[in-house]
């Protein structure tokens, strides 16, 4: 009968390991930063279950937030925002649902926004901006 082993190679929180990763933890960072001055409360970073992540997630009021951040470092690829599609953020709203079901957060009011940074080379502050209600 095998037995269960806990695999302890693996730290929860990795550092991140390519350019990517690292771009994008900066840009959760610079996301969380912007919405706390704004007066939300950062309730957990980096929240997984088996049907994906959610990156951050907020109260504003009484109203538990999931935020998706996306980073650009440059305009090539379009805007940050421009990332996310109305399948994603359908996604976002069922893990949303699926962290309150989790948590036992059920009573409160759920929504879901999304964060885009653009961290320009040679800009002196990153262009940060956030879309209410996205799902």
């Known amino acids: 009968m095998p ?3 806990p695999n302890e190679a693996r730290a929860p929180h ?3 390991t390519s350019h990517n ?3 994008g933890a900066r840009g959760e960072r610079i996301a969380a930063d912007y919405l706390i001055a704004r007066g939300l409360i950062l309730i957990e970073r980096n929240w997984r279950c088996t049907y994906g992540e959610l990156d951050l997630i907020m109260r504003d ?3 538990c937030v999931a935020i998706e951040v996306k980073t ?3 305009t090539g690829f379009g805007s940050p925002l421009e990332a ?3 399948r994603k953020a359908a996604r976002l709203r069922r893990l949303l649902l699926e962290w309150a079901g989790t948590t036992g957060n059920r009573g409160r009011g ?3 926004d999304a964060v885009g940074v653009l961290l320009l080379p040679g800009a002196a502050e990153p262009h940060v901006e956030h879309l209410r209600a996205i799902a």
């Open 21 to 23: 990763q690292s771009l």
């Open 3 to 5: 037995t269960h082993q």
């Open 84 to 86: 996310i599609t109305a």
């Open 14 to 16: 990795q550092a991140p």
């Open 110 to 112: 759920l929504r879901v």
């Open 61 to 63: 009021g009484e109203t």
């Open 72 to 74: 650009r470092s440059g």
